[in-house]
Structures are given as structure tokens and as C-alpha cells.
């Protein structure tokens, strides 16, 4: 079973992820797909086997929290900073499941304020949008701090006539939301030789990644 696994500020969903650790450990076959690095570490802690979000088409089965809900079950989500991943989630989630207690129960929504995720280059449009409509967009940041750097490098050619294809990549994205830090490096090489008089082609890739992070999150716009 492929289960999507997001315990970010949820202490209701951590025991949840917990106890899925318990059924791996008698044999139940459960592959994770976590939606945020905290996610990503407990699961590593306790064992569970992961799979990246960017590597699956579909998931069996996803376990999320709530900023609020109503008795009609409507609810708000996605004030932990990763409304982006959660999007992505539920659109490749077989069955959904929501996990809160009574303290996230309110009368009608807006309790808590309405989370909205924006590429920073589109950061002003989206302020003044908002603006239009009454609301008052609050961009949280750390130590008034948000900057992001995504270099990318690609190279291809043949050496002694073996083809290859390298590439690279480096982010470094700091302060976006509430103790946000992330820094990864990636790299990829691939090789095309050809055996058998041209006759057989062979794709070999290797592919590497390095990251270290604290909670990274993209920027995240809150309309009240």
C-alpha cells in the first residue's frame, strides 16, 4: 500500500504515522510518500520505507490534519506552509483521510485565517488582487527574510563516441515561512552506449541528491 503521510504541526497525525510504523513492524507492507521534511524525518526514525512525492502517479491512501472544520465537515487547510504538496496530494489520493480533534471544530470557516500559496515572482499581483476583494494579505516571513536561488546546469555531448548527459542543480531557499531553511544539491549522469555494431542501445542513469533542511515551506500569503 502506498500511503501519503503529513504530520507537520499535527501531534494527532504523528501518533497516526506512529502506529502505521507498528503494522510494518508485523509484516503489513506500507510504502510512504511524506508531504514535508518533519514528515519525512519521522517516518525515517521509525523505520517506514519512502518513496518522493515527484515519484508516484498515485496513492493508495493519505493521512492529513485541519486548520479547522465545521460539523458539515467543510475545513480549511494548508496554514502549515506546504498547501502546494497538499494540492498535490489529494489530487493522487485514492481515499483521503482528515485527522483532528474538537479543539479545530468552529461554527463557519474563517476562524483561522485562509492560506494561499504564491510563487514569489508573482507575489505583488496576488497582494493587490486580494486587496481588490477586502482582504488584508499577510506575508509571513522569517527575520524578514525570504529569498529563494534555484541554479540548474545541463550538459550533453559523446566522449570516444559513448553519448552523455549531465546535469546539476543547487536550491537554496531560506526564511520563506516560519523556520524555514532548505538547501539541496542534485546531479544526474546518463550514458547511451551502443553495442552490438549499433544494434543494441543501453540507457544507463544515475541520479544523487543531498539535502539538508529545518521545515521548508514556499511563500505563503495569509487572507483575512
Not at 34 to 39: A, F
Not at 65 to 84: C, H, S, V, W, Y
Not at 148 to 172: C, E, H, M, Q, W
Request: aromatic share 6%; proline share 4%; hydrophobic share 40%.
Amino acid at each position: 500500500m502506498l500511503a501519503c503521510l503529513d504530520a507537520a504541526n499535527l501531534p494527532t497525525a504523528t501518533l497516526a504515522i506512529k502506529e502505521l510504523a507498528k503494522l510494518i513492524t508485523n509484516d503489513f507492507k506500507i510504502t510512504g510518500v511524506p508531504s514535508s521534511e518533519s514528515t519525512k524525518e519521522l517516518a525515517i526514525s521509525l523505520g517506514i520505507p519512502l518513496l518522493e512525492l515527484g515519484e508516484v502517479s498515485s496513492i493508495d491512501i493519505s493521512i492529513d490534519g485541519a486548520d479547522e472544520f465545521t460539523k458539515d465537515l467543510n475545513l480549511i487547510k494548508g496554514g502549515g506552509g506546504a498547501l502546494f504538496r497538499e494540492k498535490i496530494v489529494a489530487s493522487l489520493s485514492k481515499k483521503k483521510i482528515i485527522i483532528t480533534d474538537g479543539s479545530k471544530l468552529v461554527k463557519k470557516l474563517g476562524a483561522f485565517t485562509v492560506p494561499i500559496e504564491v510563487n514569489a515572482n508573482a507575489a505583488a499581483y496576488v497582494t493587490a488582487q486580494l486587496q481588490k476583494l477586502n482582504g488584508k494579505p499577510v506575508k509571513r516571513m522569517k527575520a524578514n527574510t525570504a529569498f529563494t536561488t534555484d541554479n540548474t546546469l545541463s550538459i550533453s555531448g559523446s566522449f570516444k563516441g559513448l553519448p552523455y548527459r549531465v546535469s546539476a542543480g543547487y536550491l537554496d531557499q531560506q526564511g520563506v515561512v516560519i523556520k524555514s531553511d532548505l538547501k539541496r544539491a542534485t546531479g544526474a549522469l546518463t550514458l547511451s552506449p551502443r553495442l552490438f555494431t549499433d544494434h543494441l542501445k543501453i540507457d544507463l542513469t544515475v541520479k544523487g541528491s543531498l539535502t539538508e533542511s529545518q521545515y521548508p515551506n514556499d511563500s505563503v500569503f495569509i487572507f483575512h
